[in-house]
């Protein structure tokens, strides 16, 4: 036998995918699964038609209504809080239905968020490059495959030649170690890691996270993990696939079936990097001592623990962070040295690629359960897809959600970005999202990140709390 | 993709890391599906005041940053959503090379895309240039020549830089890169066959 140098998950799966090697920097690599929504697809489409071309391999390419459709109960086909909203759905679904893609409108049971319905539905797998024009693809890294997001013109280029340049990142794993205490989630972890090494931190590379506290994550809690790691500007995030990713994907609709499904996972497990393979980077975020973490400010990088205080900026480690803590404590009106818990909010908003799976709700009900949202508090949950929705109704989660005071909408992105509705304008909002960035979630909307849990007790509290004490 | 071989003009400094795409174009004006129209709402957060008036504290209000073509900023510019309409609007305005420390990976490439060339410089170099277009009240011209791939500062001092070997040819060529693909039809061909008979599943 011939002695391999030992690799990575990542060193494999890009190496299967490689079609030829252009200049000294990128390479041409086989893409697996193209997976467009109505904002950005709709232009990619267009594009691909005005050039006079069609797309070269349909059944590879996957079309869904997520974006920016209503998430209203009793919604129509092109309702949208957006003014330009119908022309890019109806864009998405006739090149759909004119190309033959596999398209998943807006009233079809399988709906949902890409990035919830990829892994639900097992378009995405194991070892497989899968590429959406949208940043929150590195989600799907969750079920161990190498997904990242892409601009309209490359998803165009997708659609052209199933193929995409890439230049070869550099690798990061990031360890995390011990055990997740009750009522800490993938969420803390992932925010935890951001504050550690910065919004910037993922420059460059492609992340494998690893350690026993992500072997002991169920898929949805990886999905979370991985879904964040273009906020720390890492496009590529990833675990790679073991026996829960195995027995995850098991019978999905496009899973590889019969003889096909032994093939495909005796080639997954020898995906996962080798003992001895080397990173350029190693970061480890210990979990033992980890608490529910909330941000602050107005980068995902501005994050502290629950039980902790906003930051002195004049206390910060140097000029630039003292710039950045000052603007954005400008932003969110906030004071030095006011404690977390205790800061009153206006909204509670559970819902988007990030934390609006079946467990999340799960997570939040339990907390919810036979309590009532604040008064005056606008409390909304937007399941991340319509499966989860169904689900979530079959075990009665949306009951004790309805009874606390939520909203219980249909599945689509929702409130994450902003896109046409002003609900959100000028008010604090606790969030399951994944951005904090500037008017985000609407003009003047001071968003801060958290858990499930975390928000579902900051409804009841009226202002951010620690569901450890209410559960 | 949009040939550029050289640019020289206005630099703007906007020195402020992590500044990111909602900031550059906020999802609300990402309507439509054309190629452009988005150059109008760049900014929009910072151009704007409430009344929809323009900002006069706003660097790109003030003459003659508002003719600039090359901009100067700070780490990770162009992180977070993989917008294609921040490099258009970008475009749209008038800018033809960004200068910064770092960039968000998917705006890096969308930059290329849409005829702006991301140059990395370290954050020392790229606020000696702020410092000098400043001194000049804005005046003093910079020039990125992608050719050559340096960038000339108003002192006359030369600043080197890498770039991608394939995109930077495809910039100045103005190639369309679909059809440098294309030509490689057989190659792709023989990989998709090989690599089927392997993965079936993944076809």
Not at chain 1, 52 to 63: H, K, L
Not at chain 1, 287 to 299: F, H, K, M, N, R
Not at chain 1, 333 to 343: H, M, Q, S
């Amino acid at each position: 036998m011939s002695a391999l140098p030992p690799r990575t998950f990542f060193d494999k799966v890009w190496a299967d995918h490689v079609i030829a090697r252009l200049g000294d920097d990128a390479e041409l690599l086989q893409i697996d699964r193209l997976v467009l929504h109505e904002l950005s697809g709709s232009q990619a489409v267009r594009a691909l038609a005005e050039a006079g071309r069609t797309p070269v391999s349909r059944g590879q390419v996957f079309t869904v209504i997520e974006h920016l459709i209503s998430t209203e109960p009793g919604r129509g086909p092109t309702d949208s809080v957006s003014k330009s909203g119908p022309i890019m759905i109806e864009t998405t679904r006739k090149a759909s239905r004119d190309w033959g893609f596999h398209f998943i409108d807006y009233d079809d049971p399988r709906q949902g968020i890409a990035h919830v319905i990829a892994p639900e539905l097992g378009i995405a797998f194991p070892g497989a490059t899968l590429v959406c024009c949208d940043s929150h693809t590195s989600t799907v890294g969750g079920v161990g495959a190498l997904t990242w997001g892409i601009g309209a013109s490359e998803a165009e280029h997708v659609l052209a030649t199933q193929t995409l340049s890439q230049a070869k990142p550099r690798t990061m794993r990031v360890n995390f170690t011990g055990r997740l205490a009750p009522g800490v989630y993938a969420k803390d972890m992932i925010l935890a890691l951001i504050g550690r090494i910065g919004a910037q931190g993922g420059i460059g590379y492609a992340t494998e996270y690893a350690g026993s506290a992500v072997s002991a994550l169920p898929i949805e809690g990886r999905l979370t993990l991985c879904n964040m790691s273009i906020e720390f500007s890492c496009k590529y995030g990833f675990v790679p696939p073991d026996e829960t990713t195995i027995e995850y994907l098991k019978g999905r609709e496009f899973s590889p079936k019969g003889a096909d499904w032994d093939r495909a996972v005796a080639y997954w497990r020898t995906l996962p990097t080798d003992p001895g393979a080397a990173f350029d980077r190693e970061v480890t975020v210990d979990c033992d001592a980890l608490e529910p973490q909330v941000t602050w400010g107005i980068s995902p990088q501005q994050v502290a623990p629950i039980g902790s205080s906003v930051p002195d900026p004049s206390q910060a480690a140097d000029s630039e962070a003292r710039q950045l803590a000052t603007r954005a404590l400008e932003y969110m009106c906030l004071a030095p040295g006011t404690p977390l818990k205790g800061i009153p909010i206006d909204v509670a908003y559970i819902g988007s690629c990030t934390n609006a799976r079946l467990s999340d709700l799960r997570a939040a009900a339990e907390v919810l359960r036979g309590r009532k949202v604040k008064a005056g508090i606008q409390a909304v949950c937007v399941p991340g897809s319509t499966p989860v929705k169904r689900a979530a109704e079959a075990e009665g989660l949306d009951r004790i959600f309805k009874d606390a005071g939520f909203e219980w909408h249909e599945s689509a992105c929702g409130f994450c970005g902003h896109i046409g509705s002003d609900r959100f304008a000028d008010l604090r909002v606790v969030s399951t999202t994944n951005r904090n960035f500037e008017g985000r979630q609407g003009p003047k909307t001071r968003t801060h990140l958290a858990s499930p849990a975390t928000v579902a007790a900051s409804a009841i509290a009226g202002c951010i709390a620690d569901a450890r004490g209410i559960a | 993709m949009e040939s550029l071989r050289k640019v020289t003009g206005i630099a703007a400094p906007m020195l402020r890391i992590n500044i990111d795409t909602d900031q550059i174009i906020p999802a609300l004006f990402l309507g439509g599906t054309d190629a452009k129209g988005y150059g109008a709402n760049l900014f929009h957060g910072s151009r704007f005041l409430a009344d929809g008036k323009p900002n006069p504290e706003f660097i790109l209000n003030q003459p003659p940053y508002d003719r600039a073509q090359i901009l100067l900023a700070d780490r990770n510019f162009g992180c977070g959503s993989s917008r294609e309409r921040a490099p258009k609007a970008l475009r749209e305005f008038g800018f033809r090379a960004i200068l910064a420390p770092s960039f968000g990976g998917i705006f890096f490439g969308n930059c290329y895309r849409n005829g702006i060339i991301p140059v990395e410089l370290p954050i020392e170099i790229v606020r000696s240039i702020a410092a000098e277009v400043d001194g000049s009240g804005g005046t003093a011209q910079v020039s990125v020549d992608v050719e050559a791939q340096v960038v000339v500062a108003p002192s006359g001092a030369r600043y080197p830089f890498a770039a991608p070997t394939t995109l930077r040819q495809m910039l100045m060529e103005g190639m369309d890169e679909i059809a440098l693909t294309l030509a490689r039809g057989d190659e792709i061909s023989r990989f998709r066959e090989a690599d089927q008979a392997r993965r079936p599943w993944a076809y």
